[in-house]
């Protein structure tokens, strides 16, 4: 069975600009988390996605936004980019059970690379 | 405070040492606890996962969840060169707010050299 996959793998921007990020998750997964991870924060939760709707979001400005197609796909969009927006832009993919009551691994892709200069 | 605290390290060990990594959490609603490793260049990939307080085994790697201390724990025996990664510690709760968020300690740099 195919991992999830994120593309493109390194992206180098110049502030201000805006920048979308890709992710197909495990085929049959319906759920689709967006992670930030820098050196000085660590992984921080940005937004999840299931069967196209959001059911949750971190503690991120307007700028980061995302959404998700009928096919499961994941999409996320950073607009304006600042210097700090420089991390690995991870997604994970899970079945998601409507419920949320109990546990669902999540299964990581490999990461897009994002430079602001 | 971060809601989870995890020591960054680096900790470097020599092969076939015990390791033991730790995390704290505030957040009484957490209810499901992981272990993640992530080697360079790579997404973090579900080393243990745990539900609840209780130890769980699996090959080399112990996990360990006081849930009355908010503390949890990964033991690697018998360490070898390729567990050299970082290691992550996840916590959720579940319903509600919880959807599809996993929230991350630090992260642990483990080298073992041989």
């Known amino acids: 069975k195919a991992g999830v996959t994120q593309t493109p793998r390194y992206l180098i921007k110049t502030r201000g600009q805006q920048v979308t990020l890709s992710c197909s998750p495990i085929?049959?997964?319906?759920?689709v988390s967006w992670y930030q991870q820098t050196p000085g924060q660590g992984l921080q939760f940005l937004f999840e996605?299931?069967?196209?709707?959001?059911?949750n979001k971190g503690n991120f400005p307007g700028r980061f936004s995302g959404r998700q197609f009928s096919n499961s796909r994941s999409e996320m969009n950073v607009s304006t980019l600042e210097l700090g927006d420089s991390a690995l832009y991870l997604c994970?993919?899970?079945?998601?059970?409507?419920?949320?009551?109990?546990?669902?691994?999540?299964?990581f892709g490999p990461g897009t690379r994002l430079t602001v200069l | 405070q971060k809601e989870v605290e995890q020591d960054p390290g680096p900790l470097s060990v020599p092969e076939g040492a015990i390791v033991s990594l730790n995390c704290t959490y505030s957040?009484?609603?957490?209810?499901?606890f992981m272990w993640y490793r992530q080697y360079s260049r790579k997404g973090p990939e579900l080393l243990m996962y745990?539900?609840?307080?209780g130890n769980k085994e699996d090959g080399r790697f112990t996990a360990q969840v006081d849930k009355s201390s908010k503390y949890i724990s990964l033991f690697i025996r018998d360490s070898q060169p390729s567990d050299s990664a970082t290691y992550l510690c996840?916590?959720?709760?579940?319903?509600?707010?919880?959807?599809?968020?996993?929230?991350f300690g630090q992260g642990t740099i483990l080298t073992v050299h041989p």
């Open positions: 994970a993919s899970s079945w998601g059970t409507s419920g949320g009551s109990s546990y669902n691994e999540q299964f």
């Open positions: 085929s049959g997964h319906r759920s």
């Open positions: 996605y299931f069967s196209e709707t959001q059911r």
């Open positions: 957040n009484s609603a957490f209810q499901y």
């Open positions: 745990t539900y609840s307080s």
């Open positions: 996840a916590m959720s709760a579940s319903g509600g707010t919880s959807y599809g968020k996993l929230t």
